[in-house]
């Protein structure tokens, strides 16, 4: 089982910019599809974005596409969201998760319930 740290949550102004990092240790990071989760307060856990093992493909929610962006670090086992434009909905305590399975098909990977190993989150405040 891999276990994540994740890193760089912040206070921000909205319009600015934010990177986030997930640190992964034991397991076998490369096997992992990797997706990162955010929760609001008073909101259920949602999806925000996901890498496949290999690095290779991506996915987003929409209200996310084209001002996030997921990457991964397999030499150094990390897992990066770069976050621009930022508004106030995008305040939340943002959670990087590992899944195993190498089954990238939406349905499974925008679920939490898929994901086996998780960070304890780190905070991102946008203010307006």
């Known amino acids: 089982q891999v276990q994540l740290v994740e890193s760089g949550g912040g206070l921000v102004q909205a319009g600015g910019s934010l990177s986030l990092s997930c640190a992964a240790s034991g397991g076998f990071f490369s096997n992992y599809i990797v997706g990162w989760f955010r929760q609001a307060p008073g909101k259920e856990r949602e999806f925000v974005a996901a890498?496949?093992?290999?690095?290779?493909?991506?996915s987003y929610a929409d209200s996310v596409k084209d001002r996030f962006t997921i990457s991964r670090d397999k030499a150094k086992k990390t897992a990066n969201l770069q976050m621009k434009n930022l508004q106030s909905e995008d305040t939340a305590v943002y959670y990087c998760?590992?899944?195993?399975?190498?089954?990238?098909?939406?349905?499974?990977?925008?679920?939490?319930?898929?994901?086996?190993?998780w960070g304890h989150g780190t905070e991102v405040t946008v203010s307006s």
């Open positions: 998760a590992a899944m195993g399975g190498f089954n990238w098909v939406r349905t499974l990977y925008t679920s939490p319930d898929s994901y086996g190993s």
């Open positions: 890498i496949r093992w290999d690095g290779f493909s991506t």
